[in-house]
């Protein structure tokens, strides 16, 4: 079983809101963890989005909008990025981070489509 | 600004060597970690190996062996050196600069704020 696992795809109307899962392994408890975010679009490397450990413990990326914001669900026991006011920009695919076992771990990514 | 402008990548046969540089510039190099990410055709990202500014390496458990990273920071530039490549090890390997910070064994709190724009490694006969 991975590590981290995001969905595969989404797809999501502007102007409305998209919540994208990463969910840990069994054994791995979300709340003790750091969970951070990138956005990819093709050709493109990854552009860091934010970082999320609580509501009081957070940051975000430099430059990037507050509409991007990170929260976990710990009865799924899952970090989550909401992207809220969906633009056409934001369709990418979007990876999830932790630092496990001595390394860093990414999830598969999920795929945002806006249409 | 931050630059980092990876190069070094091509084509190796199986076995092969291949040496990968990151020049970086528009920021204090050698006070900061820097770190190796790659990316298969078509897949998702991949931590290959992480460096401090004082020397201490970390590498990911595929590559363990076989991937040496290390810095000169009087040229402001990272390495990867890659002996006995296999097929996959084909992707775009991209620099990436740290930050944030690690302590005591913990480095939750170090991430990746800046990537170059990478170079391809292909690993075919």
């Known amino acids: 079983q991975a590590v981290l696992t995001q969905p595969s795809s989404l797809s999501a109307s502007p102007g409305t809101s998209a919540s994208l899962t990463c969910t840990l392994r069994?054994?791995?408890?979300?709340?003790?963890?750091?969970i951070y975010w990138y956005q990819q679009k093709p050709g493109s490397p990854p552009q860091y989005l934010l970082g999320?450990?609580?509501?009081?413990?957070?940051?975000?990326g430099s430059g990037v909008p507050s509409r991007f914001s990170g929260s976990k669900d710990a009865s799924a026991n899952a970090g989550i990025l909401l992207i809220s006011g969906l633009q056409a920009e934001d369709e990418a695919d979007y990876y999830c981070?932790?630092?496990?076992?001595?390394?860093?771990?990414f999830g598969g990514g999920t795929k945002l489509t806006v249409l | 600004e931050v630059q980092l402008l990876e190069s070094g990548g091509g084509l190796v046969q199986p076995g092969g060597s291949l040496r990968l540089s990151c020049a970086a510039s528009?920021?204090?190099?050698?006070?900061?970690?820097m770190s190796w990410v790659r990316q298969a055709p078509g897949k998702g990202l991949e931590w290959v190996s992480g460096i401090s500014g004082s020397g201490t390496s970390y590498y990911a458990d595929s590559v363990k062996g076989r991937f040496t990273i290390s810095r000169d920071n009087s040229k402001n530039t990272l390495y990867l050196q890659m002996n006995s490549l296999r097929a996959e090890d084909t992707a775009v390997y991209y620099c990436?600069?740290?930050?944030?910070?690690?302590?005591?064994?913990?480095?939750?709190?170090?991430?990746?704020?800046?990537w170059g724009r990478g170079t391809l490694v292909t690993v075919s006969s």
């Open positions: 990436a600069k740290f930050e944030g910070y690690c302590s005591g064994g913990n480095c939750e709190n170090w991430y990746f704020d800046f």
């Open positions: 999320y450990k609580s509501d009081s413990d957070k940051q975000q």
């Open positions: 528009g920021f204090t190099f050698s006070t900061y970690a």
């Open positions: 981070m932790i630092w496990h076992s001595s390394a860093w771990v």
């Open positions: 069994s054994g791995i408890n979300v709340g003790t963890c750091r």
